[in-house]
């Protein structure tokens, strides 16, 4: 199984990007799936996750901001930030599979977002 996560980039301050990571191989849905994200001299932090029931949960600072989704049958997961700050500059991680506060048992590559003031 491999996660393969896209859609980082440099945006402004109080600009949008939406984040996606799909998982490959034939597999059944995952429970969970989970963004993570670590910022330079930081420990890797969970930043959303949502379960096959729907249910979601953030990390306080992105209340309001992010979105996260899934298309459970395609295993795919997605991280819709806006009014973007600069402290969400960081790598963003995404996770599958039994997702606890230090991550899952799946974990995509990383992708890279900057956010300039």
Do not use: H
């Not at 491999?2 to 984040?19: H, P």
């Not at 799909?22 to 597999?27: E, F, H, N, Q």
């Not at 379960?51 to 306080?60: A, E, H, L, Q, V």
């Amino acid at each position: 199984v491999q996660l393969q996560a896209s859609g980082g980039g440099v945006v402004q301050a109080g600009g949008s990007l939406r984040l996606s990571c799909a998982a490959s191989g034939k597999i059944l849905p995952f429970d969970t799936m989970a963004w993570f994200r670590q910022a330079p001299g930081k420990a890797r932090e969970l930043v959303a996750a949502e379960n096959d029931d729907g249910i979601t949960s953030y990390t306080d600072s992105v209340k309001a901001r992010f979105t996260i989704s899934r298309d459970i049958p395609r295993n795919t997961v997605y991280l819709q930030m806006n009014i973007l700050k600069s402290e969400d500059t960081a790598v963003y991680y995404c996770s599958a599979g039994d997702v606890g506060p230090l991550g899952g048992r799946f974990w995509g590559q990383g992708t890279q977002v900057t956010v300039s003031s």
